[in-house]
């Protein structure tokens, strides 16, 4: 099922599209300088921010093997502090088999499991946890992170086997797969509407969207997974401007200076070499922008229904000058698909610090006291000192290999050699103050970020009972958990909110397997849009727990077990299933059919009959006991499998199966 149909523009349409496109670029651009404050932490988080002379010459002597120069250190307080945030992070959202769990009413459990068996799947095969894990990083490092939230539809691969060639091997066929697809923005690279709150950009921003680097055959994919049908060649020929794509260069020992590498790979020369021939004007890259907006069609003169109201397009714009594709998004949610979150908003917006911005201040003065070390120490190892220039040479005095010879300039015959070359007095008496200041500045940190070092790893000295140190953990979490809980309103609630509307809208009928049963499980679209009120999807922080009451779950569980008329009155079975489906197990699986059940009793019964029998005849024999109950009587074989269930179950059409028959039906008549 489609999720939109492209809409073919006119040139008037495209041009004014165009020019809104740039202009909300070049207003994120020239009105917030964030580019330049994500570089500067990131230079932080990667400890790169010590370009001086003297650091790297030192490092490029230790490089090429002299290992007496002595270089800067900057002291890693950031780094470890962000990494620690991101685990804990990563550990309360996303650590879960599924990641969102899917609770619903009794009545509704088949809705649910399917719900939670489309997330699973959807989350494995695109990869959300590691989309997700570098989306808390950015947010930690930069105090901002955007993802995208959006149902895409591809083309997969699927195995058949052909019958007339050898069964040994696939047949490898391509079949559309359509569902949720979460990405981690760059954030160097993404744009939205300032004049809300990053938070609530997708719900009242005017627009949202985010630029990609595309090679030739990457486009292409692109175009045939769009279906694009015009503006191809003039995207194809549109020119490459590096200013279209912006990669900061933090790493000066990167593997790849990657600004010279997104234009400087020559296609044509391997199209020349093998003789193939070339009908487009093509380049090397393209930078490809998404936008996500709310526009009202008719001042561009998109002649759709309902053009004076404000709808949701979707963009693609190859170098800022060929509108490729354009389409209206009519999802359910009304959200633009790219969701900001700031953890650590202290209520100034943007004006607010990020976690590794207020950590800056504290590395940067740990940094010079280690490097006041340093510099002691290199001045012991070459020690400054005057000499004269008339009775020894420069060179001479330049040399650090503490075993050589001193030769003297033959003016120095004769004379007080004390005289050539005199050393200035050091003591360094501030080294070990110095020393002892570093741990006790670096605490700050601890305090500015509310961790400690339990918290991320670290030894802590003292005689502490397990309770005491739990205690200390505990209190360390609770900093993290105000983060998390941002994360959750302002990330998670939304995220959930467009992927449960997305599958609810979009979603057709599938089997699929679930991790967490080791089962099939057949998607019945029609059994999820009966049951959207019915049921929640919960994640690491608020897992099933919380939205079952745990106090009053435990309760149930005890009453279920000493209470007659509550067996009396409930199935106990399922009631017990749906407990503790709650709690994160389903076992239904194992919960025993009606056929079971009833042939238990009846052998149950059989038995009492005969223990009677017994009692009041000793002499009966074997022969003259009732016919003993068998499993084929209840409808089972016998190694006890339910007969009829298999049956029905494999037989039995699905709800949109039914529906799809019965319209078959009606139009062949």
């Not at 988080?45 to 002299?66: H, I, P």
């Not at 969701?339 to 940067?364: M, R, T, V, W």
């Not at 599938?510 to 919960?538: G, M, W």
């Amino acid at each position: 099922m489609a999720a939109a149909v492209p809409v073919i523009l006119s040139k008037e349409s495209q041009e004014g599209l165009k020019v809104y496109t740039n202009a909300v670029m070049d207003y994120f651009g020239l009105n917030y300088n964030m580019k330049n404050s994500f570089e500067i932490n990131d230079r932080l988080y990667q400890r790169e921010q010590d370009l001086s002379s003297v650091n790297t010459k030192s490092k490029l002597a230790n490089r090429y093997g002299d290992p007496s120069k002595l270089q800067n250190i900057t002291v890693p307080i950031i780094l470890p502090q962000v990494e620690t945030g991101v685990a804990y992070q990563t550990s309360v959202f996303l650590t879960g088999i599924p990641i969102f769990g899917v609770v619903g009413s009794p009545k509704y459990q088949d809705a649910a499991l399917q719900m939670e068996t489309v997330i699973d799947n959807e989350a494995t095969k695109g990869g959300w946890v590691n989309e997700l894990i570098a989306a808390f990083r950015d947010a930690y490092k930069y105090g901002v992170c955007a993802i995208e939230v959006d149902w895409e539809t591809e083309l997969t691969p699927t195995f058949e086997t052909d019958a007339q060639f050898s069964t040994s091997e696939a047949r490898v066929n391509e079949v559309l797969w359509e569902g949720n697809v979460v990405k981690r923005l760059n954030m160097y690279n993404t744009f939205w509407d300032t004049r809300v709150p990053a938070h609530q950009v997708a719900e009242k921003g005017e627009f949202a969207g985010y630029t990609e680097i595309y090679s030739r055959t990457e486009l292409k994919r692109l175009i045939a997974k769009l279906g694009v049908k015009t503006n191809i060649n003039e995207a194809f020929e549109s020119s490459f401007d590096v200013s279209h794509y912006y990669t900061p260069q933090i790493n000066p020992d990167a593997w790849a200076d990657i600004n010279q590498s997104q234009d400087s790979f020559n296609w044509e020369a391997w199209v020349n070499a093998s003789n193939g021939r070339k009908s487009i004007n093509y380049k090397n890259s393209y930078a490809v922008t998404k936008l996500y907006a709310r526009i009202i069609p008719n001042d561009f003169n998109v002649k759709v229904p309902n053009r004076n109201t404000p709808q949701i397009w979707k963009l693609y714009i190859v170098n800022n000058s060929v509108i490729l594709h354009a389409v209206r998004l009519t999802n359910a949610h009304d959200l633009l698909p790219i969701l900001l979150c700031q953890p650590h908003n202290d209520g100034l917006d943007y004006q607010s610090k990020s976690f590794a911005g207020n950590l800056e201040p504290i590395q940067q003065y740990v940094s010079t006291l280690m490097n006041s070390v340093v510099a002691s120490r290199r001045r012991q190892v070459f020690d400054r000192k005057l000499y004269n220039p008339l009775l020894i040479d420069k060179a001479v005095i330049d040399n650090t290999n503490p075993a050589a010879n001193m030769p003297v300039k033959p003016a120095a015959y004769g004379r007080n050699l004390q005289e050539a070359v005199y050393q200035l007095p050091y003591n360094d008496r501030d080294a070990a103050v110095v020393l002892q200041e570093i741990p006790m500045i670096s605490g700050f940190a601890d305090q500015v970020s509310g961790q400690n070092q339990a918290s991320q790893g670290r030894f802590v000295k003292g005689n502490k009972t397990r309770y005491e140190f739990e205690t200390i953990t505990g209190n360390a979490d609770g900093r993290q958990q105000l983060a998390a809980l941002s994360f959750e309103t302002q990330l998670f609630t939304p995220m959930k909110h467009i992927i449960k509307t997305n599958i609810l809208q979009y979603q057709g009928g599938v089997t699929l397997f679930n991790r967490e049963q080791k089962r099939e499980v057949n998607v019945d679209p029609i059994v999820l849009r009966k049951a959207i009120y019915e049921f929640k999807i919960s994640d690491g922080l608020v897992p099933s727990s919380k939205i079952i009451n745990s106090e009053a779950w435990t309760t149930a569980l005890q009453m279920l077990a000493t209470s007659p008329e509550i067996s009396s009155g409930y199935n106990i079975a399922p009631l017990f299933s749906y407990l503790i489906k709650t709690q994160g197990a389903d076992i239904k699986e194992f919960e025993k059919p009606p056929e079971q059940v009833q042939y238990e009793q009846a052998i149950s019964a059989w038995q009492q009959t005969v223990m009677q029998l017994v009692k009041d005849n000793p002499e009966i024999t074997p022969e003259q006991y009732p016919p003993q109950p068998k499993p084929t009587d209840f409808g089972m074989d016998e190694s006890g499998n339910v007969i009829n269930n298999q049956n029905q179950q494999q037989q039995e059409p699905t709800i949109l199966e039914q529906v799809t028959a019965r319209i078959n039906n009606e139009t062949a008549r």
